[in-house]
């Protein structure tokens, strides 16, 4: 029988990731829809054949059961409510609807006793995702009071123009042999921007309101997270320095046996052979990789972590198909 899907951004860096996943997942697509906001006309590939990408404006709802929506805010506004309206189960990457009460914010390891019977379901944001897989293992041993985080973001965050100025800017640096790109005061090759998406009046970003607020709502309390979120020349993977203030007392090996045998988790950790959570080693695949974990040296039940995901992967794609995944089970 299989399941007939639609990918609206399917020709986006995630939208690409999802085509990929599916069939690498062997997810059992009956029919693949691929569409866009603009730009169709294009193809995209898909189990070796070529699919052509159309406009969404024209879609049939009626024709698809599951819609995976990769695009913009704006294209998540205006047609998930249709989509929904037609009995589509949507799972929508992008920030419009994270923080509708009435919309489950989910990370299948974490919390997918949030969906209930909802057909519009939000994937989280991609630093927010890999942070809670390993923070939820903790939470339920020791409780959480605090979390402070600090990320290095790769530019694929922003997508493939980022990659693509990236790719510029070293080479300028490089041939050139300047160290000051034309792009300056932005640029990202040989730095870093300690900013991610724009800032507010608060002088805090959107991105790190979002590892706020979504990391609350999945927990359901308000946990203090204060974040700075920083992009680094990297092409994909996110890594977060996450320090973290348990209500219990833990011993350090305690805490590496747990997050060890806990879903979604791989633990990187013997720093004294080099064995460290590193983006090349998180990229092109779905485990989030933890490492460096140490207790804090002054803090009382104080707790140090590295934690690096693939943010195109398990940031973005394949937390959407392990959403739609877990509802297939309970469909069946
Ligand atoms: C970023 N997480 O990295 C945001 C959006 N993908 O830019």
């Known amino acids: 029988?299989?399941?007939?899907?639609?990918?609206?951004?399917?020709?986006?860096?995630?939208?690409?990731?999802?085509?990929?996943?599916?069939?690498?997942?062997?997810?059992?697509?009956?029919?693949?829809?691929a569409l866009a906001t603009e730009g169709?006309?294009?193809?995209?590939?898909?189990?070796?054949?070529?699919?052509p990408v159309r406009g969404v404006e024209s879609m049939d709802w009626s024709s698809v059961d599951v819609a995976f929506f990769a695009?913009?805010?704006?294209?998540?506004?205006?047609?998930?409510?249709?989509?929904?309206?037609?009995?589509?189960?949507?799972?929508?990457?992008?920030?419009?609807?994270r923080m509708d009460p009435l919309v489950p914010l989910v990370v299948p390891e974490v919390n997918m006793d949030a969906v209930g019977d909802a057909r519009l379901i939000a994937s989280p944001n991609c630093s927010t995702i890999q942070m809670v897989v390993a923070l939820e293992p903790i939470r339920r041993e020791y409780g959480l009071k605090r979390v402070i985080v600090s990320t290095y973001?790769?530019?694929?965050?922003?997508?493939?123009?980022a990659m693509e100025t990236l790719t510029k800017e070293t080479h300028e640096v490089l041939e050139h042999h300047t160290?000051?790109?034309?792009?300056?005061?932005t640029p990202i090759a040989f730095n870093v921007l300690p900013y991610c998406d724009k800032f507010g009046d608060d002088d805090y970003t959107g991105e790190e309101w979002k590892l706020t607020r979504e990391t609350q709502k999945i927990f359901r309390m308000s946990l203090p997270v204060s974040a700075t979120a920083v992009r680094v020349p990297?092409?994909?993977?996110?890594?977060?320095?996450?320090?973290?203030?348990?209500?219990?007392?833990?011993?350090?090996?305690?805490?590496?046996e747990l997050l060890a045998h806990s879903p979604g988790l791989r633990v990187v950790d013997d720093p004294a052979q080099g064995v460290v959570p590193i983006p090349l080693d998180a990229a092109d695949q779905d485990l989030v990789l933890v490492g460096r974990i140490?207790?804090?040296?002054?803090?009382?039940?104080?707790?140090h972590m590295f934690v690096v995901a693939d943010n195109l992967r398990k940031g973005?794609?394949?937390?959407?198909?392990?959403?739609?995944?877990?509802?297939l089970s309970r469909w069946a």
């Open 40 to 51: 169709h006309g294009r193809t995209v590939r898909f189990r070796g054949e070529e699919i």
């Open 234 to 256: 990297v092409y994909i993977s996110h890594a977060e320095s996450v320090y973290i203030e348990t209500e219990k007392s833990f011993e350090v090996s305690s805490v590496r």
């Open 316 to 327: 973005a794609a394949t937390n959407a198909i392990q959403i739609v995944e877990s509802l």
């Open 179 to 185: 160290v000051i790109p034309t792009t300056y005061p």
């Open 71 to 97: 695009a913009s805010t704006e294209a998540s506004r205006t047609y998930a409510p249709i989509a929904t309206a037609h009995g589509v189960t949507v799972v929508d990457k992008s920030s419009y609807f």
């Open 294 to 303: 140490r207790r804090d040296l002054f803090v009382d039940n104080g707790l």
């Open 153 to 161: 973001q790769a530019v694929s965050g922003t997508g493939r123009e």
């Open 1 to 33: 029988k299989g399941v007939r899907v639609a990918i609206l951004g399917a020709t986006g860096l995630v939208g690409q990731k999802i085509l990929e996943i599916l069939a690498e997942r062997e997810f059992p697509v009956r029919s693949l829809t």
